[in-house]
């Protein structure tokens, strides 16, 4: 991946408001954003895949 930037964009939303995330770091943000009380399985998933390849490991 260059730079972490994605080919192409990911959009989430919820509640009619939508973000565009374009990289690695957009991602992880939004991640460590998300509200601790939501977070489970998919989230830990999330989080070690986005980790891991800011880390080079994938």
């Keep these: 991946m ?6 192409q964009p990911v959009f ?11 990289c ?3 991602a992880i943000e939004f991640l460590e954003e998300w ?6 399985l998919l989230h830990a998933a ?3 895949a986005c ?3 800011y880390d ?3």
């Design 2 to 7: 260059d730079g972490g930037v994605f080919k």
């Design 12 to 22: 989430v939303g919820e509640n009619g408001y939508i973000e565009k995330i374009d």
């Design 24 to 26: 690695l770091m957009d």
């Design 35 to 40: 509200p601790v009380e939501r977070r489970g």
């Design 46 to 48: 999330a989080c070690e």
């Design 51 to 53: 980790y891991s390849a």
């Design 56 to 58: 080079g490991r994938k």
